[in-house]
């Protein structure tokens, strides 16, 4: 990709006039840098229980082993209360409330909306095509100079797909305005992350959390990459002390053995695989999407009371059918082999 093609941006410019003008909170760990023994400046309780002190501000130790597993710069990485908040926050980073917009293709992951309904953000809303890819004709049409943010979805909750590396590109290049990716599926997909792409675009920022292929989805811990420009404006603007120390301790335990995770990956990709094959030999579903993901999107032929049916087997699924273009659609996380046989017998006796 030829960064000749791509419009100057100035992603600074896009940056709320408010937030660029104020002086983030100066938390005590924040203005001490190097090592002392006797810590009396953050009213703590000397007394050790495990967790007496404020944990790092910045989360060094986990985005230096972070950065290695990510081939990442360390300062090019926002660590947060799940990528949730990392969403929240681009959103009062950039949008004016009351005045900017972002833009979502549905269908889509739903926190996109919430964070920006809560901070008086109008949404422009576009759908995927049929087949769950980028519609750039329409989403062309929809943006305008209010819009801030366009937030992506790939693979694609609840379609389970990749959007196309080739539309992204263009739409890269095309928008004047931050291009999220929420990567939150990557690590169960054949595809390369756009992490890789952030010295090409400063324009974008990359989400991918600890909630999946992790196993962590107890812990919270979402990541944000972008230029370290975008990465300050998160630190200005978050919550002092945003990651406890129990779960920083945990996560760099976690990417100190990767190899779990991608075990675990690997077993999910086969199960995957199993429950794709059994779902379609099933003569009340009609459809399975092909899935880049830990889930399958299913079209079933009464797809509320198939969901109905499984909650009294005591099996929950999620019912999307009341979402933009998955009409009688359930979607389905891939569980342990005895949890996926248990809903395909559930299925085969409905
Ligand atoms: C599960 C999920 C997340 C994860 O959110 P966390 O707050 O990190 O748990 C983010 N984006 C999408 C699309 C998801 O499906």
Do not use: H
């Amino acid at each position: 990709m030829s960064s000749t093609t791509r419009p100057f941006i100035d992603v600074s410019s896009l940056v709320r006039k408010n937030i660029l003008a104020m002086k983030p909170y100066s938390s005590a760990r924040d203005e001490f840098k190097g090592e002392a023994e006797v810590f009396l400046d953050a009213n703590e309780n000397p007394y050790p229980s495990p967790f007496n002190r404020y944990p790092d501000p910045l989360q060094w130790k986990v985005k230096e082993k972070l950065s290695l597993v990510k081939k990442v710069n360390p300062k090019q990485i926002f660590l947060g209360n799940g990528s949730d908040e990392a969403i929240d926050l681009l959103i009062r980073a950039f949008c004016e409330p009351g005045k900017d917009s972002i833009i979502i293709t549905e269908p889509t992951y739903g926190m996109y909306s919430v964070c920006a309904e809560v901070n008086a953000v109008d949404i422009k809303k576009t759908q995927l095509t049929p087949d769950f890819d980028l519609d750039l004709t329409t989403f062309t049409k929809t943006f305008d100079a209010t819009t801030k943010i366009l937030f992506l979805c790939s693979p694609n909750n609840p379609s389970g797909n990749l959007l196309s590396r080739d539309k992204i590109y263009q739409v890269l290049r095309k928008f004047y305005g931050i291009v999220v990716i929420d990567e939150a599926y990557i690590d169960f997909a054949d595809s390369k992350s756009f992490i890789a792409e952030l010295d090409q675009f400063p324009n974008l920022v990359v989400l991918q959390t600890f909630s999946k292929a992790w196993g962590l989805a107890g812990l919270r811990l979402g990541m944000a990459f972008a230029s370290e420009y975008i990465i300050s404006i998160l630190n200005k603007i978050k919550y002092p002390y945003n990651v406890n120390i129990q779960t920083q301790e945990l996560a760099v335990d976690a990417l100190e053995n990767a190899y779990r995770k991608d075990i675990w990956v690997d077993e999910i990709l086969r199960q995957r695989d199993k429950l794709v094959r059994d779902l379609k030999g099933l003569k009340q579903v009609e459809k399975v999407f092909p899935s880049d993901a830990n889930f399958v999107l299913a079209r079933v032929k009464d797809a509320p009371s198939v969901y109905r049916y499984l909650m009294e087997e005591k099996i929950i699924v999620r019912d999307r059918s009341k979402v933009a273009l998955c009409y009688n659609c359930l979607r389905i996380t891939v569980g342990t082999p005895e949890e996926n046989s248990k809903l395909i017998k559930a299925l085969q006796a409905y």
